[in-house]
């Protein structure tokens, strides 16, 4: 019975009830690279070498499986986050004010990509923590080699890659944003 009790409410605290509670979610998922890798992040947004180039197509999943692709088209903005990295856990809670603010431009596809899961890692499982942080973006679920993380030069966590509608990589930056730094990325990018 404390068992069931237990189930129920971790179900409630991931969005759902045991009624509703998905089996299928997984914490890795394929992840399948159409294009060239980009250049690794050097970790300097104004002299990023990678600045031009044009970014891979990824096709994965979410936690429960929905198919995800991460294509060109339009602006778009990923978020790659690491469930244990203290910095990503700071940075989450003020891209869902952002979102909740209605800040997010509408013609900016955001999306989020959970990678270098681990279970062994503090704040397990990723599914969890980013429904109990109301995470509002479609989110794709790296695989186990951290495919997805690679193909965009990931070096650090938090990393955001924006891509003009082209898939061509208008800037990049690893870390937790300063006040107010990634709303003027954004707008520099986006011509506003």
């Not at 979102?99 to 599914?127: C, F, H, I, Q, W």
């Not at 924006?162 to 006040?179: K, N, Q, T, Y």
Request: charged share 15%; hydrophobic share 40%; proline share 7%.
């Amino acid at each position: 019975m404390l068992a069931v009790a237990a189930f129920s409410l971790i179900a409630s605290a991931c969005g759902g009830d045991d009624s509703t509670a998905n089996a299928d979610v997984l914490e890795f998922r394929p992840v399948e690279v159409v294009g060239d890798p980009l250049p690794s992040f050097e970790g300097e947004t104004t002299s990023d070498t990678g600045i031009g180039s044009i970014a891979p197509v990824l096709n994965g999943a979410s936690f429960d499986g929905t198919p995800v692709t991460i294509e060109h088209g339009q602006f778009t903005m990923v978020v790659f986050l690491a469930h244990w990295c203290p910095h990503c856990q700071a940075e989450v809670p003020r891209l869902v004010s952002w979102a909740e603010s209605l800040s997010v431009p509408a013609n900016l596809k955001v999306y989020g990509v959970t990678t270098a899961t681990g279970d062994d890692r503090p704040n397990y499982p990723p599914s969890r923590w980013l429904t109990l942080e109301r995470f509002p973006f479609v989110t794709m679920a790296d695989d186990e080699n951290a495919t997805a993380a690679q193909a965009f030069g990931t070096t650090g966590y938090p990393y955001v890659v924006m891509l003009d509608p082209s898939g061509a990589v208008l800037w990049r930056h690893s870390g937790e944003f300063v006040e107010g730094q990634m709303e003027q990325y954004i707008a520099t990018a986006m011509g506003a």
